[in-house]
Nanobody, 115 residues
């Protein structure tokens, strides 16, 4: 079973940037969609950005123009560049891999945006 490990989270001030990375323990080539989700305590996990095997990306409306997702299939990694971060984007961010009904989650990485 492929495992996903996130890194790159941390604490930044509003307007600053972070780059999240997701490293897979095996090949991600068979996963049609790789994505990043976020979740607050007591709330449902929600999509931030996703990218398909052929490079098509989809973003949460509030992330458009500020975030960029990319996947490197040979290196089995997915990254999320987040610019101009806002306090309301404080959350735990999770990497996700999907192949039909099958999906895998990472353990999450905390992103905190505050003064």
């Amino acid at each position: 079973q492929v495992q996903l490990v996130e890194s790159g989270g941390g604490s930044v001030q509003p307007g600053e940037s972070l780059r999240l990375s997701c490293a897979a323990s095996g090949s991600i080539s068979s996963f049609v969609t790789m994505g990043w989700y976020r979740q607050s305590p007591g709330k449902q996990r929600e999509l931030v950005a996703e990218v398909t095997i052929d490079g098509r990306a989809n973003y949460k409306d509030s992330a458009k123009g500020r975030f960029a997702i990319s996947r490197d299939n040979p290196k089995n990694t997915v990254t999320l560049q987040m610019n101009d971060l806002k306090p309301e984007e404080t959350d735990v961010y999770y990497c996700n891999a999907q192949r039909g009904p099958h999906q895998i989650w990472g353990q999450g990485t905390q992103v905190t945006v505050s003064l």
